[in-house]
């Protein structure tokens, strides 16, 4: 049983360093279709919806997105005339920021801290009929490593009815290289575009681990 002990820790350990990356590891693409996507996992560090070069804010799903123009250019009507319903979650999908013709960008995402695991998703809509088959490319990097791609659809549907786009979500633990820098790259036409960002400070997988590590022992000494 003791071996049995060792070999776990040394297991959850392994995993545990497996997942501090300084890249971001991606969940599959969703198509957007309520307020309930907007995602409250953990503790929020920042949410931004971007294009809104005017400063209005949204708050969808209890979370406040703060209207800003990160990347320069701004862009509206990409619900193109479409509503969901909810005031909010049209302004927050609506606006877009883009790269002033520019393919590839990195986004940058502030320092966060050390060792710490962090939850980002990113939004991308765009309903204009003559723009319909856009999708935006997400990655990351960190200036040595580049990490795994996303593909998001801005009208998966090709129509104005829901879904309004997809958004996809991803994890990344920050180590010595720093936060990774979020990446945008347009597939098939030549301007980045984000719609929405927000990051999340989430459990960190160590943590994780240590609690199973600590609830097998006890089972172990319950054994003896």
Same mark, same amino acid.
């Given at each position: 049983?003791?071996?049995?002990?060792?070999?776990?820790?040394?297991?959850?350990?392994?995993?545990?360093?497996?997942?501090?990356?300084?890249?971001?590891?991606?969940? @599959?693409?969703?198509?957007?279709?309520?307020? %309930?996507?907007?995602?409250?996992?953990?503790?929020?560090?920042?949410?931004?919806?971007?294009?809104?070069?005017?400063?209005?804010?949204? %708050?969808?799903?209890?979370? %406040?997105?703060? +209207?800003?123009?990160?990347?320069?250019?701004?862009?509206?009507? &990409?619900?193109?005339?479409?509503?969901?319903?909810?005031?909010?979650?049209?302004?927050?999908?609506?606006?877009?920021?883009?790269?002033?013709?520019? +393919?590839?960008?990195?986004?940058?995402? +502030?320092?966060?801290?050390?060792?710490?695991?962090?939850?980002?998703?990113?939004? *991308? $809509?765009?309903?204009?009929?003559?723009?319909?088959?856009?999708? &935006?490319? *997400?990655?990351? $990097? =960190?200036? $040595?490593?580049?990490?795994? %791609?996303?593909?998001?659809?801005?009208?998966?549907?090709?129509?104005?009815?829901?879904?309004?786009?997809?958004?996809?979500?991803?994890?990344?633990?920050? =180590?010595?290289?720093?936060?990774?820098?979020? $990446?945008?790259?347009?597939?098939?036409? +030549?301007?980045?575009?984000?719609?929405?960002?927000?990051?999340?400070?989430?459990?960190?997988?160590? @943590?994780?681990?240590?609690?199973?590590?600590?609830?097998?022992?006890?089972?172990?000494?319950?054994?003896?």
């Amino acid at each position: 049983m003791k071996n049995l002990l060792i070999a776990t820790s040394f297991g959850l350990l392994a995993l545990s360093n497996e997942t501090e990356a300084a890249v971001i590891t991606w969940g @599959s693409a969703q198509n957007t279709t309520a307020t %309930t996507d907007i995602s409250t996992n953990g503790s929020l560090v920042f949410a931004r919806a971007e294009g809104n070069s005017g400063g209005a804010s949204a %708050t969808v799903n209890g979370v %406040t997105f703060a +209207g800003t123009n990160t990347l320069g250019g701004a862009t509206g009507g &990409m619900l193109s005339g479409a509503t969901t319903g909810n005031p909010d979650f049209d302004l927050l999908l609506t606006n877009i920021t883009s790269g002033g013709g520019a +393919g590839l960008i990195n986004y940058d995402l +502030g320092d966060l801290a050390i060792g710490k695991t962090y939850e980002i998703q990113v939004f *991308f $809509t765009d309903q204009r009929t003559s723009f319909n088959n856009r999708v &935006m490319q *997400f990655a990351s $990097t =960190d200036g $040595t490593h580049t990490g795994a %791609t996303v593909n998001v659809a801005g009208d998966p549907n090709q129509d104005t009815s829901s879904p309004w786009g997809q958004y996809a979500i991803g994890t990344f633990t920050v =180590d010595a290289d720093g936060t990774p820098d979020l $990446t945008l790259d347009p597939d098939g036409f +030549g301007n980045s575009h984000l719609t929405a960002i927000q990051v999340r400070s989430i459990p960190e997988p160590s @943590s994780a681990a240590l609690i199973g590590l600590g609830g097998l022992s006890l089972i172990l000494r319950r054994r003896k």
